[in-house]
């Protein structure tokens, strides 16, 4: 929009494209909004006094390309960020990226290996190198696929999780909890992935349902007295058992707890204990426990200070602890093998299939191993309690609010974290191991001689950090901790958190505790758990299945706009999003709706004066539409509050596509083709004032168009910007969003409107019935109910419904009569629709081939009634009923409803029509 003193001479027509084609214009509005410096808190276009609000961005993992989960999570951040910058808060979206450890270094591998080598042979600090060129590639292209669905980052902040700020952040923390005894180095039994060569948390393995098998065999007992019965889904585990466990309580066993058993395939013998995690009602009531490869025996070794023998090597192999004919072997090799020497030895029992939950890698769906091995960890349970009181105290709050239980069961259910990686591509770890003394030094800065004597024979631990160790400092190490910089003073803690569902453990649960230990307070009070995003057939979008949907490609055809208002129509708070490409088609033909509004009404400008809101004279169709604007306006805002972002899509919607363009449009054209000049100029200007705030209401859901069309704009006179110009904000970005007003509001207006809709939509249904065409000038009689309350009101409109329903201009073109009745001599001729107080009969008989018309209802009563008897039938079948969802059998049966009401209004037709 044009700044500076509103022209109050007369206008020209300003030209919009005939073709509405995003591409035109994207590009450039964008670098319009950067090289202003909008997306700054700092843009010196907020209000003073008004609390920031800020969002940092989940961080894409440096592996690839934004997907449509990307695309949902963004396009909703941009909208609140949108929303917030309009309302005067100063207003921050840190971007940024995150290293990905794991899976970016497996990219990297696989690259290295189609070009005839290894990391082993590249070294780590070539290996390093090369990753962080390919991070780096993927940074630059995710961040112009941001900016291409609009995202209004602020790009100077724009942070990696390998940078050197965020790096000493990650050093700061982990010396910090280690000197409170909240990090500690064991040899503990993790999870292992044999393919990436590296432990996992627990919250990095994804259990699968597996069809496998239960394989039974016998220990013979030492004394040869007997023996005792085992089952296992993992027979190769057998290698390294330390004891047979039996509950203290199951009488068949009790004679033999003490005792000994031959360990077969060995020279070993093992001891028979007595345990209450056994379960006496399952399988034989014993169980092998192999401590050194299941978390369960790993407790019970605990619990009778049994060995822990591990059998595998770090490649997943089996290793030195096992008979020298199983060394080397995998796995599924050593599987085979020992229930082969099972069976010849004449220990084997038999084989059934069994269902069961197997662990697989989060990254490479590797079968994970539990595994014997020196690791990091995080001692989680006093970091949980304090996350947990928070969220008790109402500090953080989950949109939809039954996310809040999986949070809480995920925190009193806390296991510590294992956080070293056995990877070269992350955070290393900051421990130095001395060969001179043997003790280790832990250091926030990289040390060149052993802090305990001073030895230069050190060694810094091989190991990074996990990921997610790095990432659950983000919202403050981006802003600058662990310095006090002016961005942790005035942005922390920050707004909300717009996030999935499936990293509350990963991320949401951690960044809460790491806050509050290093912070003292919660890093935002809320946290919106995105839709999960699914095909038309309710699949989840997977690579496997070839159903996924790339947003750049969406943006290429549709434009940015529509994938962004698409997704937000359909973001129900926590309902699942059904999608396909078309259906990008929602946003993509409501942006071409505003286009072609705004069009119209830029073309008839010409020779047009703006005249001043305050001296326009409001009439009954106008107090209407900002009655129904400010409604509209108060709906946003309280969607936009509650995060009920198809809420706000729903509201602009219906009020820019019904009430501004099918409605009021229209009912403007009265005015805007008057003969009376003045009229003309009220019109317009009112046109205009209407569609500028249009594009302020719509502007954080479809940005590119509103900001195209606001920037056609004619200055309008009393629209002040922030900066104290007139004439509006020199970008729509930093205009001032709409505000409900009390004085808009004009319900009796409304009600008596929203009768002249009803009696409008009556007589056009009854056109389109009888197929008469626009052109065609009809005659209608309205009879009202004695004190129905809109009857002046249609009186004082007359024009308005003439226009609207192609009625005759002739006297009698319409007819308006209060009564009780109407003669019916006086309809002869006419079809009747009955609304809610009136009925309005048209006079159908003399436009139309009237035997024509009752061939045409009859054949279309007996289909009705064709497709009705279906619906019964359906109905009516216990088969159907019993088979079909409910929403199936609800939509059958709406079906039906429909069908009865159009087989009576065609049989009405009919009867009128006869008996005329």
């Keep these: 929009m044009a700044t500076g003193e509103a022209d109050t001479a007369r206008l020209k027509s300003i030209e919009l494209e005939k073709r509405f084609n995003p591409p035109d214009f994207e590009g450039r509005i964008y670098e319009m909004w950067q090289e202003g410096g909008y997306f700054s808190p700092e843009s010196g276009y907020s209000d003073a006094d008004k609390e920031p609000f800020i969002i940092v961005i989940p961080p894409p993992n440096v592996t690839g390309v934004l997907h449509l989960g990307h695309g949902l999570n963004n396009s909703l951040q941009d909208v609140l960020i949108r929303y917030y910058r309009m309302l005067g808060h100063p207003t921050l979206w840190v971007p940024g990226t995150d290293h990905a450890g794991i899976a970016t270094q497996n990219v990297v591998e696989r690259m290295v290996r189609a070009q005839g080598t290894s990391r082993e042979q590249m070294g780590r600090e070539a290996f390093v190198a090369e990753t962080e060129r390919v991070a780096l590639d993927h940074k630059t292209t995710i961040r112009r696929q941001l900016q291409k669905i609009g995202a209004s980052c602020d790009w100077s902040r724009e942070r990696f999780t390998l940078d050197e700020g965020l790096s000493r952040a990650v050093r700061e923390v982990f010396v910090a909890l280690y000197e409170r005894g909240l990090v500690y180095r064991g040899n503990y039994l993790v999870n292992w992935c044999a393919s990436c060569g590296t432990a996992l948390s627990d919250d990095e393995v994804e259990h699968a349902e597996v069809q496998g098998a239960l394989y039974h065999y016998f220990y013979p007992l030492v004394d040869g007295s007997g023996r005792i019965e085992v089952a296992t889904t993992r027979p190769e585990t057998m290698l390294g058992d330390t004891c047979v466990a039996v509950n203290p309580n199951d009488e068949r066993y009790k004679h033999l707890v003490g005792k000994e058993v031959e360990l077969p395939l060995t020279e070993r013998t093992i001891p028979i204990v007595a345990d209450d995690y056994v379960d006496m009602t399952f399988g034989t009531g014993a169980v092998k426990v192999t401590p050194g490869h299941d978390p369960n025996d790993y407790q019970i070794g605990l619990r009778h200070n049994l060995e822990r023998v591990n059998i595998l090597n770090p490649d997943g192999t089996l290793g030195d602890a096992v008979p020298k004919r199983y060394r080397g072997l995998s796995v599924p090799e050593a599987r085979k093998r020992v229930v082969a020497d099972l069976q010849g030895q004449g220990y084997f029992l038999g084989r059934e299939d069994y269902t069961h939950q197997v662990g697989h890698c989060y990254r490479c769906d590797s079968v994970i191993e539990p595994f014997l091995s020196e690791q990091w960890f995080v001692r989680m349970q006093p970091l949980a309690e304090k996350a947990l009181a928070a969220w008790e105290r109402g500090e953080v709050l989950f949109y939809p609010r039954r996310w809040e239980n999986t949070y809480a069961h995920w925190l009193r259910e806390i296991r510590d974290w294992c956080i070293s990686r056995q990877l070269w591509w992350g955070h290393r770890i900051p421990v130095w191991y001395c060969a001179a003394c043997g003790e280790m030094s832990v250091s926030r800065a990289d040390i060149t001689a052993c802090e305990h004597c001073g030895s230069a024979e050190i060694t810094q631990d091989e190991d990074v950090l996990d990921t997610w160790f790095s990432s659950w400092l983000w919202p403050f190490s981006t802003l600058g901790w662990p310095d006090e910089t002016e961005d942790l003073k005035r942005y922390f803690p920050t707004s909300t958190l717009v996030t999935a569902y499936d990293i509350i453990f990963f991320w949401v ?359 009705l008897q279906r619906a019964e039938a359906k109905l009516n079948s216990s088969g159907f009923l019993e088979k079909a969802g409910a929403e199936i059998v609800t939509k059958e049966q709406g079906r039906k409803r429909e069908l009865e009401i159009q087989i009576r209004t065609l049989e009405g037709h009919l009867e009128r029509l006869r008996g005329s």
């Design 509 to 867: 649960a951690r960044m809460i505790m790491a806050s509050l230990e290093f912070l003292g307070e919660v890093p935002f009070r809320d946290i919106y758990i995105t839709s999960l995003v699914r095909d038309k057939q309710g699949r989840k979008m997977s690579k496997s299945l070839g159903n996924g949907i790339d947003p750049l490609e969406v943006v290429d055809e549709y434009g940015a706009d529509a994938l962004k208002f698409t997704l937000a129509f359909l973001s129900t708070l926590g309902q699942d999003i059904l999608l396909g490409h078309d259906t990008f088609a929602i946003g993509s033909k409501f942006a071409n709706k505003i286009w072609n509004a705004a069009r119209y009404l830029l073309m008839n400008l010409d020779g047009r004066r703006v005249v001043p809101f305050d001296e326009i004279e409001l009439r009954e169709p106008d107090r209407w539409i900002y009655h129904r604007l400010n409604r509209t306006v108060e709906r946003v805002h309280s969607g936009m509050r509650g995060y009920r972002f198809d809420e706000v899509g729903h509201a602009v919607y219906e009020f820019f596509w019904n009430d501004f363009c099918d409605w009021y449009i229209e009912l403007s054209k009265l005015s805007l083709y008057s003969d009376d000049e003045a009229e003309r100029d009220r019109a317009a200007s009112l046109l205009l004032y209407l569609l500028e705030e249009s594009m302020r209401l719509m502007h954080p859901l479809l940005p590119f168009v509103t900001e195209e069309i606001y920037q056609k704009l004619p200055a309008l006179p009393g629209r002040e910007a922030r900066d104290g110009s007139t004439g509006g904000a020199p970008g729509l970005i930093v205009a001032r969003f709409p505000e409900s007003s009390a004085d808009r509001e004009a319900p009796d207006v409304a009600g008596k409107f929203a009768a002249l809709q009803e009696l409008v939509t009556a007589v056009r249904t009854l056109r389109s019935e009888f197929t008469l065409p626009p052109s065609m000038k009809v005659r209608f009689l309205v009879r009202t109910d004695p004190g129905y309350h809109a009857a002046e009101f249609f009186e004082r409109h007359l024009e308005l419904i003439r226009m609207l329903t192609g009625a005759d201009d002739a006297e009698d073109g319409i007819e308006l009569v209060h009564s009780e009745a109407v003669d019916h001599s006086r309809l002869k001729g006419s079809v009747a629709v009955v609304g809610a107080g009136f009925e309005a009969h048209l006079f159908v008989r003399e436009l139309i081939d009237v035997e024509a018309a009752v061939q045409r209802f009859e054949k279309e009563i007996a289909k009705h009634r064709k497709a």
